[in-house]
């Protein structure tokens, strides 16, 4: 919108050009400024034209730019504000005002120019979500407010013709839904409340529609164990983008926005749009959940992405007394991190370290599962009972009562006919073998020629680290011609292929159960796959096996499906007779019987806060994001010294304190003599903070400079025995406006009169290695 209105104004001045004045010769001087990016003599040469012309507002609007760029964003605020004065229908100013209002913390004005940029039309993916995030922020303590505030913009943005559709959505969602209170957490039945966290499966709706393995997984689950309930609390909670609590989604959402997920593959459909942004919306206004006490929190997602996800649990565990029990699908960044990007086996490991902490108990879905899980709990250092971790296995009915089924002739769509074609379902990522099956397929072509090779259609949304298997289809076009590349299906549409599919592939290197090789078998064809990790268990006696990372036993065993029909035959005939799936509402029951079984040998041991960690003297503790991508005996993070709510999540920065305060909680052993702490802090990017300290009598404050790094240092006095110690950090408010925030990096303890370790840490500051220092690191 804002590249057409540019091009507009410019063709309008090209064809009608306007008499010659000083405020527009000042303009052009400012234009050419502009061009040489001399911020200053643009923003002088702007100024002059504006003294000249107050009525230019797109000229206040250069000079707004030329501020801000010289880091002048008061002044630029100025200069935009005079713009929307003289042109309020501009949606482009207010989305500059909205920007420097969020870089300064101030957030409530922020989301006025974002409305006001809504009600004018103006609307971009980017600031759509962007408001989104600022509503999420405000939490429950400011909902209030929020509320509030945004019953006051409405009132002066009436509903228009032309305003942006996200507008209409917040202003419904706040006046229908935000009126009823939350549901009390309380439950009339004895056993312990089921509440299942879906913040990936939230997450997953935000950037797709259809559905896939793990997500699959959670809503049959979730369904399955309402329908067997018996009277038995389950409740939803999730986190999403923005919002730091837990926040409960009433069922009746959750199935709805299920349903539409499967009604269609197009995310871009506008009644998906506009179903997952009315669901964002009433997530981020509505209240913050409040577990039952006792409640068993199951996690049948992901949430290594969630980077404060292990702060909130502990204060669940210790506020409301719930269990926590994650179900781990896989640790395939970790067993596999060559079929992983960086930062996601980053997050996995930063996962991997608090979950051991955490859990009370754990659900796999596979004894492959089970074995690769005790592993990496011994090789950190964690006593894991193999009687905590109940194998759940994904052996459901993946079909659908009463779908509907599309006719053999749909096929047409994608040149297909029935029995013409061999399916492979799978994300496509380096890790799932799609060059092994082209490999593989190369070789069949090679054999026989393209027309006796039946097409391998893959069916996926694309991964990570894919780009040679695209590669290796335009490298090789006669190869190409035979593979057919699938995304964005409906469920109607998957289960047409595999219902005309001759047979099924999966050569997967590394599953922690096998989605794609249950399906297939429920829809009553032959999967051959590879023997790797969990897939024996998915395929039983039923799948056809090659050993995993061999493309000529793939070759060699899709031959003889391919030729052999009777062979083929027999192995169908066979799965149809024996292989009998489970009913989701099992699989639900399998797992709510596990919890039972968990909390009865737990009677008697009563929720205890987790022990705060030990911090070592003569140690680097850094509280940020972890960056390594392997794991080692005795490896922690220094997240888990964070003892309230009073922290955002870890960054390469460190943690960056709430505006109400936050609290670190350490151990240290005794008995020791006289301690030294050193704190460091780092600034906020764009302002200058205040911040203070306090340790039982000691208390210390200061400023420190945007973007700038600085330290503060208190000593211990000696011990005879070991204690805890705690440090509150604060961010006082400057003058009238918000308080601006900063970073905890990290801290180190030394003894006052070890002057050794004092000069390696002077010396590993002086060179950037602290890590040299870090009490966790691998020894």
Known sequence: MRKILRFSRRIFAFLFPRPDTPARKAARLGDAARGRRDWPAAAEAYRTAVSADPDMAHIWIQLGHALKEQGDLTGAIEAYGAAAARRPDLGETHIFL?????????????????????????????????LLRLLAQQGDAGRAGLIDLLASAFAELPPAKGEARLLSQIRDVVTHD???????????????????????????????????????????????????????????????????????????????????SVAGGDRF???????????????????????????SLINLGTSWWLQNYFLFVRHAKATRGIRYIPFVHDMIPIMTPEHCTRGLTQDFISWVIGVFDHADHFLVNSQATKKDLLTVAATLGHELAPDDVAVIPLDTDFRKPGATELPDAALDRWQLRPDGFVLFVSTIESRKGHLIAFDAWADLIARHGPDAVPQLVCVGNRGWL???????????????????MLSRLSDEELSLLYRTCRF?????????????????????????????????????????????????????????????????AALESRIRAEFRPRAWSDLAHQIADELDRFATRDVGSAIAPLPPLTAKIGAWHAIARNESTRIWRGMRTGEGFRADLGWYWPDNRGCRVRREGGELLMRIDGPHKALRILVEL??????????????????????IRKGQRSWTTFTVDAAGASHELRIRFEAPPAGDGPAITYFVSGFFLHAIEDIATRQDFAEAVALGRLDWLDAFRDR
């Open 98 to 130: 909205a920007h420097l209002h969020k870089m300064l913390n101030r957030i409530e004005l922020a989301i006025v120019h974002f409305l006001k940029a809504l009600h004018s039309g103006e609307q971009t993916a980017g600031e759509n979500d962007e």
């Open 178 to 260: 935000m009126t009823s209170p939350p549901p009390a957490a309380t439950s009339g039945d004895p056993r312990p409340a089921l509440v299942f966290d879906i913040s990936d499966l939230i997450g997953y709706y935000a950037n797709a529609r259809l559905p896939t393995g793990i997500q699959r997984v959670q809503l049959e689950t979730i369904e399955g164990a309402l329908s067997r309930a018996d009277g038995r609390e389950i409740r939803l909670c999730c986190f999403i983008d923005g919002r730091e609590e837990w926040l409960e989604l009433p069922l009746g959402r959750m199935r709805a926005i299920a349903r539409l």
């Open 269 to 295: 459909d506008p009644e998906w749009t506009d179903a997952v942004a009315g669901l964002r919306l009433f997530l981020s206004l509505t209240h913050a959940f409040e577990f039952p006490h006792g409640a």
């Open 466 to 484: 894919n780009d040679r298997i695209y590669q290796r289809l335009a490298n090789d076009p006669v190869l190409a011609a035979k593979v057919s």
């Open 504 to 568: 099924t592939v999966y050569p997967s290197t590394y599953e922690g159960w096998g989605l794609p090789v249950t399906e297939s078998l429920c829809c009553g064809k032959v999967p051959l796959i590879s023997d790797a990790a969990s897939l024996p268990e998915a395929g039983g006696d039923f799948a056809v096996y090659v050993p995993a990372g061999s493309a000529p036993a793939l070759a060699d065993a899709a031959e003889r499906l391919i030729l052999d029909a009777e062979y083929r």
């Open 682 to 703: 780092v600034g906020d990017e764009h302002a200058d903070a205040l911040w203070s300290l306090r340790s039982g009598d000691i208390e210390q404050g200061g400023e």
